[in-house]
């Protein structure tokens, strides 16, 4: 006969129980000022990046305990982390993957903001995170003399032009390059 053994079980309910106790006996002023305080560009709270930001997103407070909950129970935090997915996303990078987009599709990326719209508008707003790929076609549109000031003008000085503008802009909110 086999004997299932439940003391592993049993021992992640009791830490999950001493967890959820230690949150509930925190002083609520405190908690709440906190979690507004470990909120981030991405728009998940102190539970990190993860399916369980994507559900529960900043909601501070107790939520979190859920949020992270979810992240280590299916492992998309770990996951999301090493594919850079599930908001798992690092400004710092997002920015050297946008710099290396526009520098590789540079030639195409002049001709779509020429007429503000394109295929590699749209891959340049799936790499910045950016919500409204019309309204980046027609905001770099328009900033095009700008952005390619001269013919010659370097590859450097047209991303840098790109990321800033995509940067500066508060209605493109492109989340990903942000800050």
């Known amino acids: 006969m086999t004997t299932i ?5 049993l021992a992640a309910l009791v830490a999950l129980l001493a967890l959820c106790t230690a949150a509930v006996a925190a002083p609520v002023d405190e ?33 979190q305990i859920f949020a992270g909950t979810t992240n280590g129970l299916f492992g998309t935090q770990t996951f999301g982390i090493s594919s850079g997915t599930s908001n798992c996303v690092d400004s710092g990078s ?3 993957a946008t710099r290396a987009y526009i520098e590789a599709n540079r030639e195409a990326l002049a001709k779509d903001i020429a007429r503000g719209q394109g295929e590699t508008i749209a891959g340049l707003a799936a ?10 076609g ?12 001269r013919a010659d003008v370097s590859s450097a000085v ?3 032009a790109v990321v800033g503008t995509l940067r500066d802009d508060p209605v493109l909110a492109c989340r990903h390059i942000a800050g």
């Open 5 to 9: 053994h439940r003391t592993p079980l």
């Open 31 to 63: 908690g709440l000022d906190a979690a507004k305080r470990n909120t981030n560009q991405q728009g998940y709270g102190m539970a990190g990046c993860g399916l369980g930001s994507m559900l529960f997103g900043n909601q501070s407070g107790f939520v």
């Open 94 to 96: 997002a920015r050297v």
């Open 127 to 136: 790499v910045a995170g950016c919500g409204d790929v019309a309204a980046l």
């Open 138 to 149: 027609g905001t770099l549109q328009r900033k095009f003399g700008e952005v390619f000031p």
């Open 158 to 160: 047209v991303s840098e």
